[in-house]
């Protein structure tokens, strides 16, 4: 059984900065790509970014790039998302999951955690 958990959601201002991490729990960490996903309401959940089981490359949502960073601590299960330059348009619920495969960790996942909400004011 595998258990994702996220923390480090909160209240920032359009311009400020927050980082996110998720610990795993009950699989090999380092053997599993990472992603994150964000799901605003009334809205589909989408891609954010990933990063491949060594943390030596990323991918990252056009609307992230640049202004969002992945990366991952295999000693500590963790993988960490900090994000500059928010936007009110990143406000969402913010989801990391665990995949089988890097290349199609856009589309397919494993496992889930329940996500932390970030919310950018303007």
């Known amino acids: 059984q595998v258990q994702l958990v996220e923390s480090g959601g909160g209240l920032v201002q359009g311009g400020g900065s927050l980082s996110l991490s998720c610990t795993a729990s009950g699989r090999a960490f380092s053997w599993s790509p990472m992603g994150w996903f964000r799901q605003a309401p009334g809205k589909e959940r989408e891609f954010v970014g990933a990063i491949n089981r060594s943390g030596s490359d990323t991918d990252y949502a056009d609307s992230v790039k640049g202004r969002f960073t992945i990366s991952r601590d295999n000693a500590k299960n963790t993988v960490y998302l900090q994000m500059t330059s928010l936007k009110p348009e990143d406000t969402a619920v913010y989801h990391c999951?665990?995949?089988?495969?890097?290349?199609?960790?856009?589309?397919?996942?494993?496992?889930w955690g329940p996500g932390t909400q970030v919310t950018v004011s303007s």
């Open positions: 999951a665990i995949a089988p495969r890097f290349e199609t960790i856009r589309t397919f996942q494993d496992y």
